[in-house]
């Protein structure tokens, strides 16, 4: 089979097929996968039917599988690094509403690099991911924006309360996991810098008081929205989905969990700390 690498929206996300993810991939085509997926941040395996160790075995392409620190209670003893994202499932997390855009594990010192998500069941409507591709963001600001923020740093905090409420909630709350990186990172392939703030986890920048660090922010909130930077996904049973989590912010769009089913498998992949 000939790998096709086709992109989806100007901003990122290409779509691979030729390959089946339930085989061992050869050094020649895990090479071409990589490169796709520094290119585009975001690949699409559309049609893939993968169990858990398929799944797992596929992310391995793009690194070191990170077991659940989030949620390990929810974790299968089997596989420690599988967790769902559902509303049907007794253990499943993030069940309803809309997510707005951010990184995963920010609240670590070592995010993940990457994360992937599989389609299992998938609601008629709604429920779509959004990708923004934060390299582009930050290229578009203006310099002097880029020159102020030049080693700022910043503080992110995420709680989880329970598997069906989520909330941005204040640094200084004790039970919130919560680390400091630079408010622009580096990728540490392609050296593209990134803005690595966002609405759900950053609480402030650090030596600022609020309200400057709230305005800055504000900024690159705004920024990292904006259309021009943004792929939507709408899923389909059978899509695999892997995105280099320092490059692209994803977002959930609603859907009507009380009707509709929605199941999709997560895996992470281990990340460095962010400079
Ligand atoms: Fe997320």
Redesign the pocket.
Known sequence: MTIRIEMLSPALGAEVTGIDLREPVDDAARKTVLEAWYEHHLLVFPGQVLNDADHLRACEIFGAIQPERLNPHLADDANPAVHFVSNIREDGILPHGD?VF?M?QMQYDKPSQA?SLCGIDIPSKGGETKFSNSHLAYDALPDDVKKRLEGLRAENAYLYYSPNMMRKVAAREEEAPRAIHPVIRTHPVTGRKAIYVNRLLSDRIIGMDVAESDALLGILFRQIEEDRFIYEHTWRVGDVLVWDNRSLL?ARNTYDSKNERRQLRRIAIVGDVPY
């Open positions: 997510i951010h995963d994360m994803h």
